[in-house]
Nanobody, 128 residues
Framework: QVQLVESGGGLVQAGGSLRLSCTASGRTFRQNTMAWFRQAPGKQRDFVAAINWSGTSTYYADSVKGRFTIARDNAKNTVYLQMNGLKPNDTAVYSC?????????????????????WGQGTQVTVSS
């Protein structure tokens, strides 16, 4: 079993920044691809960003490209999401996800069904 726990969410004004963390525990072997998704109330869960094991391949949703940065520290079993220039439309529950499959590139890894493990999410609220 793999457990993913997110932290770092909170309330921030538009234009502000937050950094989310997701720490994996349990059997973390072959957790190659990790990603962030988000879900606003009454809406579907949408892809945000993905990163491969080495951190050399990243992929972002168009809505966050240029504002958000995904990174990881494998020694700490942690993936990060640095969020800058936050907008009210970024308000959502942010969840991290992990895929056991080994990939050299994560281009197109934006579907929920492509991931095996999920955290419970952390709330991000952006006020105007």
């Amino acid at each position: 079993q793999v457990q993913l726990v997110e932290s770092g969410g909170g309330l921030v004004q538009a234009g502000g920044s937050l950094r989310l963390s997701c720490t994996a525990s349990g059997r973390t072997f072959r957790q190659n691809t990790m990603a962030w998704f988000r879900q606003a109330p009454g809406k579907q869960r949408d892809f945000v960003a993905a990163i491969n094991w080495s951190g050399t391949s990243t992929y972002y949703a168009d809505s966050v490209k240029g504002r958000f940065t995904i990174a990881r520290d494998n020694a700490k079993n942690t993936v990060y999401l640095q969020m800058n220039g936050l907008k009210p439309n970024d308000t959502a529950v942010y969840s991290c996800a992990a895929d056991r499959t080994l990939f050299s590139t994560v281009y197109g890894r934006s579907l929920e069904a492509q991931y095996d493990y999920w955290g419970q999410g952390t709330q991000v609220t952006v006020s105007s």
